[in-house]
């Protein structure tokens, strides 16, 4: 299995933008028993409340989404470009319907405490819920928000410190 060493969140030297906006993430939730990951490709990484933190948003239809709302901590992996089939593949297709591992062949690895990540990864931030809350439509102030959404499937926003952050050696 690849060897990670823990940084702080403060070392990491990534651009957020292009972590979560180019590159993606592998956001995954559940313990060693059941869990499930979705690709993302929007959220942020900040200071909230004096902790380093994601901003991660999930739509309540998504097969994560059971498992975000029952745990409270996940995972964001990130991976180099060779691995953009195996994210492809995680964001159009639901764990309802397949078994994501078994079809990417991604490896799942597991904190001390059972939070589920992928040894493939090269960056994996722990994240521990703080905040959630529903998106909702009379919240948009600017109309372009509103295509990105087909009736009442407003995402869910998690506000989650980063406790802890793994990088590949």
Known sequence: MPKFKIISPSAI?????TLIGKDWALVTAGDRNRFNTM?????GTGIMWNKPVTFTFIRPQRYTFGFMEENGCFSMSFF???FRKPLSYCG???????DKVQE????PAFT?????YFAEARL???CKKLYVQ???EDCIVEGFVKQNYNGDDYHRMYVSEITSVLSKE
């Open 13 to 17: 030297t990534d651009n957020p933008f």
């Open 39 to 43: 690709t993302v490709s929007w959220g």
């Open 80 to 82: 180099d470009e060779s």
């Open 92 to 98: 159009s297709h639901s764990g309802r319907d397949v």
């Open 104 to 107: 990417t062949g991604l490896t």
């Open 112 to 116: 001390e405490d059972g939070v589920p």
């Open 124 to 126: 994996v931030l722990i």
């Open 134 to 136: 529903h998106m909702r």
